[in-house]
């Protein structure tokens, strides 16, 4: 039986590590997806943009935030794989990174969100209810890595603590994906032929889905 810390015991960090490396772009993929198939109506007297406006603001948003979260994804799982020798590695150094990557993630998400109320509707069927789930929705990611942020703020620099919180962050931070794909995937009880024509020639929606 292997001791904690020791490779054998490390195998569900690596899991975690990977998950938090393929997690960080879900929100913006499932938003790309459902933009494609799914919208709402516009509500009488509120300004709603037209579909190309529209599309190109919520696009835009989230490109910007996968970017981030792409950005030092790579660079954080080869840090936590580390832990698979924790008393080799630099504890300090791979708690600095996990800690930065997600202010990261998190000050991204806040700003998501902001640039996502600020868009309003957009002038199809039911686009108040669009924007109204949206906003949800970016909310509760900005929610979910502030608190994940913090979370890896309180992660020890022992070896044996840090692989038991490190891994339960992973997995944290794979519930929490699952959470957002669900509030995302509300949006999929809409249809738009009108956004469906914007996003298709939209070419930041384009650099989202790929």
């Not at 989230?62 to 832990?83: C, D, H, I, P, Y």
């Not at 309003?120 to 970016?138: D, H, M, V």
């Amino acid at each position: 039986m292997g001791r904690r810390g020791d490779p054998a015991n490390a195998d569900g960090l690596g899991r975690g590590g990977r998950a938090l490396c393929a997690l960080v772009a879900v929100v913006a993929a499932l938003a790309a997806s459902q933009a494609a198939t799914a919208a709402p109506d516009s509500a009488k007297g509120v300004a709603a943009a037209p579909p190309a406006v529209w599309i190109r603001g919520f696009c835009g948003a989230f490109v910007s935030w996968k970017k981030t979260a792409e950005a030092g994804a790579a660079k954080v799982q080869r840090s936590l794989a580390q832990l698979e020798h924790p008393k080799l590695a630099d504890l300090p150094a791979v708690k600095r990174e996990l800690v930065d990557f997600l202010h990261g993630v998190s000050t991204a998400s806040d700003r998501l969100h902001a640039l996502i109320a600020k868009l309003g509707p957009p002038s199809i069927p039911n686009g108040s209810k669009l924007e109204a789930t949206l906003n949800r929705a970016t909310s509760q990611v900005a929610s979910a890595y502030r608190r994940l942020w913090q979370q890896a703020t309180r992660i020890s620099t022992n070896p044996l603590r840090m692989v038991a919180q490190a891994t339960k962050l992973g997995k944290d931070i794979s519930a929490a994906g699952n959470k957002q794909a669900a509030a995302f995937s509300a949006l999929g009880q809409y249809s738009s032929s009108a956004l469906d024509r914007a996003a298709a020639s939209e070419p930041s929606c384009k650099a989202l889905t790929g």
